[in-house]
Every structure is written in structure tokens, then in C-alpha cells.
């Protein structure tokens, strides 16, 4: 039996070797791989620095090396996995391509630029190195909006894609903040308080990557927990309304110090997350797929969100009387918001990874798994190394919020080397297997030409994926493959 590979549409779903059956909007599986692979080396890259500013984070949690160290995590961590999602996800729910695979691969090297180059220019005190990051933050969002505006115009796909769209403007706004502060760095145009610095975590962890994972995951949770809720899913799509407007709303109350913005605003984001974690629940309940370690990851990560609310509450209760204590709790609080955040990208990034390298391998022809049957999911990642992943980023997470809390060096430097002991084990434990059934493809290939095989391994060739399957993948239900 002889796949033919579905018609591929202009723009950035036209790609070499897209293999039958997948939507013919999925954009080449480097676009999102480049950004995943770079959030992991992110993460090494957060542990080593919060391991570095542990001293400085317990005497100020507001001092410039810690201000580093927040952006490696926030930069080339988080919104690195987020862009690597949008980049894939926007596609795959609105089926219209990127405008540009090559606006994609622009995208992705201003960002890494923009979020290496800050954190190094405000650790060396290089102002011109941190210039040069605000430019490159400011322009990777435009390319970004650039390239998702086309796909994003389509009408009638739901919360998802609202979530999406509110994503980028999230994504924009922060990426010109960010851009002014690093300004301000220049010439000290404006009073950067404390309250200005946490508007610009509340506006990129919840008005742009906050709302993004809420959105994607009202997509990703029925498929990969195998849950049908039934109805109209109405908590879900509070959740994105909520998310995105209570930052709206929040982030300039506390910028300019409007309690009749903030507190409402709190209200509303508190709401909207209240409305996630119902949705999260009803998909829980309607599951169909047995309790696993994706449903550990996925629970956990949801546990940060209350642990992040009483340690914000606390911070407000506690700042009138004592500023230290207060910070450190204000500091613990975006740390456990962020704690949400990482735990459900480490957790996605088991389900989605493995799903494009599957792709990306049965482009170049493979097509069968390590024991000579058909290619599954599972066989592309070691599941004991995905639970040490699992308990080290929840380990790394619980140590960073109770160091910066209490602040205790010794814990903050314990998250850091458990962050990072995360991130090698995350980006070895998801390429390694893929990349070695790679090299053997490419030395089997010279053989097969001998024995007078085309040497050619592309996405026509024969599959041993049954017949049932193979007829529902080219009708374009590639989705049915996930839940492997
Ligand atoms: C997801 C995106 C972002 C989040 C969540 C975020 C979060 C934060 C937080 C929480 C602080 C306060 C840190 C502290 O006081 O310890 C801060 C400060 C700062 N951020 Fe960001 N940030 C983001 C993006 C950016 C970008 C894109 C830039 C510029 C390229 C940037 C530049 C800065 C600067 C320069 C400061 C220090 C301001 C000062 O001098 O007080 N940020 N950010």
C-alpha cells in the first residue's frame, strides 16, 4: 500500500516530505522543534542562574542579578515554549498556514537573541547589550503578529483561537515594555517601582503566555486525556475571557497605581483561572484515558496557581509592615505563577514533542519503532527518565517558591541545580531516541540503494500502519494518532 501525501497548501504549511495525512497546515517540524529545543537549554540556563543569584535573591529579590535570572526563565524559557506551541498550534486549530516558515525562523532568532542578551546585559551592567535586546524583544513580537495575523483572521474556531489572538496582543504589548525598560536602563526616563516591575509579569505571565496555555489546552486536554465533556464547555471559555481581560485590567492598575483598574482586575484574573481549573476538573472526570504521569504533570502544575494566590495575598497583607518579608512573598508568588506555567510545558512537551518528531521521522520514512513495529509515540521518549523530569521541574519549582518566601539561600540554590538537572534530562530524554533512529535511516539508506532499493526515504513510501489508520490519516484525522 503506497500513502500519498496530502496536498500541501501555500505559505508556511508547503513543506518537503509532509507525510500523508497530516493537516496540510501543520507548519515543518523544525519551526516549533528550533523554539522547544531552545525552552529546554532555557531551562539549564534558568537553574544555573537562580543557582548563581541565590545570595542576592534572599538580601533583594528585586536586585539586578535577580531581575537576570527571572528573565532567563520568563525569556528563554517560557515564552520560548509558549512561541514554539503558537507556532505549531495556531496552525493546526485555525488549518490556515503561517504566512512564512521564513518569518518563523526570523521570529525565533530575534527571540533568542533578545533573551539571552538581556539577562547577560543587565548581569555585566552592559547597557548597550540590553539596548540591543529590547530591539530584538520588540522585533520578534511584530514578526510574530505579522506572520499569525493570517491565520488568525479566520472566524467561527471558538475560545482557542480568542486565546490565541489575545495571546499575541499579550505578546506585543509585553515585548514593548520590555522594550521601554531596557530604555529606561539607557537615561532613567521613568520610576520603575516595585509595583511597575510585577505589571510586567502579570501582563507576559497571564495576558500573553498565561492565556495562550489556557486557550491551547482547551484543544490539547481532550485529546491527549481522551475527554469528552460534554455541553458547551462554558468554564473553558470563561477561562480565556477571564485570563485575558483581568490582565487587561490588572497590569495598568498596579503600573500606575489605580485601585479601581487593579482590584477588579484581580478579581477577574482570579476568576479566570478559578474558571480553568473547573475546566481541568471536567476533563478529569470525563476522561477516558487511565490515570498517567501527563495527568501528574498536568494536576501539579494546576496545584501552583492557589500556592501562587496565597502568596500574593500574603505579599499585599504582609508589605504595609514589613518590605523585606513582603517582597520575598510578592517574589515566591510570581514564581509559582511561573511554577504553573513550566510544569504544564515540561508535562505538554512529553505529549507534543514526540508528536512532531513522529512526523518529522515518517517525513524521512521511518516508520517503524525500535522492536520493528509501527512507529508509536511512546517509543520515542524513556517514560522512567520523563518521571524524573516530572519530579525535578515540581522539586525545582517547590524550592524556588519556598527560598525566595522564606528567603533561604540554600533552597533558591537547590531549585537552581534541580532546574537545570531538569532541563538536560528534558532535552536529551526527547531528541535522543528520535535523533538515533534518524542515523540509522541515514545509514541504512546507502545500503538500500545497494541492494537497488531508490535510497530515497520520503513520505510516499509503503507504511506499516494498517489499513484503518492509514484511511483515517489521509482523511486528515492525524489527531487519532496522538492518543497512542
Ligand atoms: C513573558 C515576558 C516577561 C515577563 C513575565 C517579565 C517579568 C518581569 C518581572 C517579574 C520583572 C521584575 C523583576 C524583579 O524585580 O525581580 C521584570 C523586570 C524587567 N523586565 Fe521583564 N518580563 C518579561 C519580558 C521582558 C522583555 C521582553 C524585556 C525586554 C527585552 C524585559 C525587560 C525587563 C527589564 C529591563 C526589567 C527591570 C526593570 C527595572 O529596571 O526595574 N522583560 N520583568
Known sequence: MVTTPAPAPAGGGAWEGRPAGLPGAVPPPSVPLSFLAASAIGLVGCGVAWAWVSGTAASDPTADPVVAAVHVGVLATLSMGVLGATHQFTPVITAR???SVRLARATFAGW???????????????????????????????????????PLS???????????RVGVSGALLTGFLGAAFVGDRQGNWFALSGHVDVAMGVLGLFGWLGVTYVGVAEKLWPM??????PGRRLPGRLAVWGVGLGAVLLAPGLAWSVTGL?????????????????????????????????LAYLVTAAAWLPVAAGLCL??????????????????AGVAAAAGWLL?????????????IAWSALRARGVTNGPAGKPLMFADLYDSRWAAVAYA????????????????????????????????????VNLSAIPLRMLRGRATAEPSRALVGGTGTAHASAPTPIGRRRAERLRRGRGRAATSR
Open 262 to 294: 487593579a482590584v477588579p482586575g484581580a478579581g477577574i484574573l482570579a476568576a479566570g483561572l478559578g474558571c480553568h481549573l473547573v475546566s481541568l476538573g471536567m476533563h478529569v472526570r470525563h476522561r477516558r484515558r487511565k490515570a498517567d504521569l501527563h
Open 154 to 164: 479566520v472566524r467561527g474556531k471558538g475560545a482557542s483561537v480568542t486565546a490565541l
Open 343 to 355: 510544569e504544564a510545558l515540561v508535562g505538554h512537551a512529553h505529549k507534543v514533542v514526540p508528536f
Open 97 to 99: 498556514p503561517l504566512r
Open 392 to 427: 525535578s521541574v515540581t522539586l525545582g519549582v517547590a524550592a524556588l517558591c519556598a527560598g525566595l518566601a522564606a528567603s533561604t539561600p540554600g533552597l533558591t540554590a537547590l531549585s537552581g541545580v534541580v532546574l537545570s538537572i531538569c532541563g538536560i534530562v528534558v532535552a
Open 314 to 331: 500574603a505579599a499585599v497583607l504582609v508589605l504595609p509592615t514589613d518590605h523585606h518579608a513582603g517582597t520575598a512573598l510578592a517574589a
Open 224 to 229: 491527549f486525556m481522551l475527554a469528552h465533556v
Open 112 to 150: 533568542l537573541a533578545a533573551a539571552w542578551m538581556l539577562p547577560l546585559g543587565i548581569a555585566t551592567e552592559q547597557v548597550a547589550v540590553t539596548a540591543v535586546s529590547g530591539a530584538m524583544a520588540g522585533l520578534a513580537v511584530v514578526l510574530l503578529a505579522v506572520n499569525l495575523t493570517g
